[in-house]
Structures are given as C-alpha cells and as structure tokens.
C-alpha cells in the first residue's frame, strides 16, 4: 500500500509538471515575463519565464513523439534508441564514479569518526570543496588525466569524467556515513565497552548498522550526484558518447527542430532516477536495520 501510494504520487507529480507547462503555454505571454525592462529596449531586463512559442516550448506530445521517431539526416534509427545508448555509456562512468566516491567518503568519515580532532580539521575542507564549479574542476582533471597517460600511465578519457562525478558524489555520502557513525546512543556504546568489546567490534556490530537509516539516503543523493557530474564532465572535457554531449550536440539544432534536443533531457531525467532507484534496492538486503530513514 506504501509503494503503491508512492507510484500514484510520483504519477500525479509528472501530470501536474506536464499540466502546468501546457497551461503557461496557452496562457503565458508570447515574449515571457521581463522584469527591469527599459521602454522601447527590448533587449533590456531580465527574462524570469521563457517565450511560449513553439520554438522555445514545443508541446510535450510533440517532444515525446519526436523521442520516438526517427532520428533526422538519413538514419532510420529511432531517437530512443540513441538516447538510451548514451545514457548507458553514462550510467557506466557514473557508476564507477559513484563507487570511488563511496570509498573515499567510508574512509573519511570512519577516520573523523574515529579522532575528533580529525573531524574538526577535514570536515570544513569537505564542506569547501563542494564551492569548487566543476566546469572549472573537469578540465583540470582531464588536463592531468592526459599528462598521465603521456607519462606511461594508463588513464583513459572517462575515467576523468568518473572522478569528476566522484567529487560530486562523495560528500553527501561522508556526511550521511559519519552521521550514522555517530547516531549509536552513548549507554550503547558504554554496554559493549564494559563487555570488553574493542573498537572494531563496536563498529561492526553497533555502529554500522546504527548508520543503514542514515546511509541509505546519503547514498541515493550521491548516486543522483555521480549522474549530474557524469553529464556536466562530459560537456566539459569533450567526451563523446555519453548523454551530455548528446544534449550540447542537439541543443545546435533546436532552432530546426525545437522538440529534439529534449529527447536526451529526458533520458538524463530517467538516468537520474535509474541511479537512485538502483541504489535503493540495497534497502532491501539491509531491511532489518531500516527503522526509519534519516534525509540526508
């Protein structure tokens, strides 16, 4: 009955975003709403909603009727098709990025967990670090992902994009491991001390699963953010194949074809809930430990 009532909300939640672009659509202004506009200027002022046009805002039966057709320029093969296969190629690199970022935030917070004063010193680097804008982070990476591969290591191109996705992924999981690390309740903690357990003791059998409640969502949020990363270091280093250059490459053609470019933004949207609802399912060999999820 919880599962069911989920779907249906999460169904009305999609006709209520397809009924609200429709109505601004039919009712919104043909040029958007400007605010700070000068008279007699019309490049002047800040556009807040877009043109209702069908060049800026094709229908949405349009859009997904253009996802399942063919794609244009002589190639017969429908436009699903190539999203999904784009969207595989990112999932992969998220997937390996999710995984280091996973590994990099379990020995983080086990290590502030374990010294307080560690805590005090890496913690507020975490937190810093999440400031830095991956458009600037990605070439860098890629930039020393290339002298690597010059210097006889082997580094090939999406293995940039999947530390980058790492990066974004990480810290949500760091925050959510070191959390569930702590929620154990102090007279816990003194029972198992004065039954002579040790520290790996303690983490094994009362810190972990005290953390599942708390880590189950970090790890959703962060799988979501390995796919943001994925996406946004593929536009930024130039990697072919994957989604998000298949968004930039179409986005050009939006003009000719306004509902085309939305078909590798929809796939991004299910790639994102792909991740998390993958992630998820882990909830289901851990369900004896679930006694309430913690947001993260």
Do not use: C
Not at 110 to 129: D, N
Not at 162 to 170: D, E
Not at 195 to 210: D, E, M, S
Not at 278 to 296: D, I, K, M, Q, T
């Amino acid at each position: 009955m919880k599962h069911a009532r989920a779907i249906l909300l999460g169904l009305a939640g999609i006709v209520a975003l397809v009924a609200a672009w429709e109505l601004y659509k039919y009712l919104g202004p043909a040029d958007g709403v400007v605010i700070g506009a000068v008279e007699g200027d019309r490049g002047s002022g800040i556009r807040i909603l877009p043109r209702t046009h069908d060049r800026a805002m094709p229908h949405v039966w349009d859009m997904v009727s253009r996802l399942f057709g063919a794609s244009s320029g002589g190639d017969s093969t429908p436009m699903w098709q190539l999203v999904l296969a784009a969207a595989l190629t990112t999932l992969g690199v998220a997937a390996v990025g999710w995984l280091l970022g996973l590994v990099v935030a379990a020995v983080l917070a086990l290590v502030m967990q374990r010294w307080r004063l560690a805590e005090w010193g890496i913690l507020p680097w975490i937190v810093v670090s999440q400031t830095v804008p991956l458009v600037a982070f990605a070439p860098l990476i890629a930039s020393l992902g290339r002298q690597a591969s010059q210097g006889g290591v082997p580094w090939p191109e999406w293995m940039s994009v999947a530390v980058v996705a790492s990066y974004l992924a990480f810290f949500p999981m760091t925050v959510g491991i070191l959390r569930g690390l702590s929620a154990p309740d102090r007279i816990h903690l003194e029972l198992l001390h004065s039954y002579g357990a040790g520290y790996w003791t303690t983490l094994r059998k009362l810190r972990l699963p005290a953390a599942v409640p708390y880590l189950l969502p970090a790890l959703r949020l962060g799988a979501a953010n390995a796919v943001v990363g994925a996406i946004v270091a593929e536009v930024s280093i130039n990697m072919e194949g994957g989604i998000g250059r298949m968004i930039i490459g179409l986005a050009s053609q939006g003009s000719s074809d306004p509902a085309k470019p939305w078909s590798p933004i929809f796939g991004a949207v299910v790639l994102g809930l792909v991740a998390a609802g993958s992630v998820a399912l882990l909830g289901l060999f851990l369900n004896r430990y679930r006694r309430g999820e913690v947001p993260a």
